[in-house]
């Protein structure tokens, strides 16, 4: 899997959109992006992926650049419970070894301020 | 989206004992699973693969003996932790590929570990 490169942290003010930035130059060409987050001592929350299209959920929205080497995970509205660890990932959906491994590098902590 | 559920949520145990963690899905079928360890302020770490009705698949540096993986059905995956030890103290969490939407996994919540 491609590997990512995220910012270590991040602050946004509550009612504001958080957007959090990732980079995955080696991204192939079946490779999804995939954003999740994790609220201190829970498991990953899934929250959004995309091929290469943008995609819009009830949580985010997610950019995917048209060279589809990096992305940007936008909270339209932060909330003080949106403060957790977000991980961008990259992984093969269908097919080859790495089918359903996701590899977590260290994520972004987006902390939410009232 | 799919459930995944975890039991216990927090064990602790003493030295030397040996420990079963279960991961079950509860509205759908996973023929995969995979098995996470999360140390304090650090990120997650793939420890195994687990493929129903067959051997799991080992992340290198992982001991197959000391993290036993049974995966007997298609909702229910164990790790057993053998012979704890106080390092082995750690936050373990278990996904499964979520069928709907296809593409991505659910995480159940975790069980905290702790081996005195």
């Known amino acids: 899997d491609a590997k990512t490169t995220q910012p270590p942290s991040m602050d946004c003010a509550e009612g504001r959109a958080a957007n959090l930035p990732c980079n995955h130059s080696?991204?192939?060409?079946?490779?999804?992006v995939y954003w999740y987050r994790q609220i201190h001592s829970q498991g990953p929350q899934y929250i959004i992926h995309?091929?290469?299209n943008n995609e819009t959920n009830e949580m985010a929205s997610l950019i995917i650049t048209e060279d589809r080497k990096s992305s940007t995970l936008i909270l339209p509205h932060a909330t003080l419970r949106d403060t957790a660890v977000y991980y961008c990932?990259?992984?093969?959906?269908?097919?080859?070894?790495?089918?359903?491994?996701?590899?977590f590098g260290q994520g972004t902590i987006l902390t939410v301020h009232p | 989206g799919a459930v995944v559920s975890q039991h216990p949520s927090r064990v602790i145990c003493k030295s030397g004992t040996s420990v079963k963690i279960e991961c079950r899905s509860l509205?759908?079928?996973?023929?995969?699973m995979f098995w996470y360890r999360q140390f304090p302020k650090q990120s997650l770490m793939l420890m195994a693969t687990?493929?129903?009705?067959?051997?799991?698949?080992?992340e290198q540096g992982v001991e197959k003996d000391k993290f036993l993986i049974n995966h007997a059905s298609l909702t229910l995956s164990t790790l057993t932790v053998t012979s704890a030890h106080p390092e082995d103290s750690s936050f373990y969490i278990c996904?499964?590929?979520?069928?709907?939407?296809?593409?991505?996994?659910?995480f159940g919540p975790g069980t905290r570990l702790t081996v005195l």
């Open positions: 996904s499964a590929r979520d069928p709907n939407p296809p593409g991505h996994r659910a």
């Open positions: 080696t991204i192939s060409g079946n490779e999804y």
């Open positions: 995309g091929l290469k």
């Open positions: 990932i990259v992984s093969a959906s269908a097919g080859g070894t790495s089918y359903g491994k996701l590899t």
């Open positions: 509205d759908f079928q996973a023929t995969t």
């Open positions: 687990s493929n129903e009705g067959s051997k799991a698949t080992y």
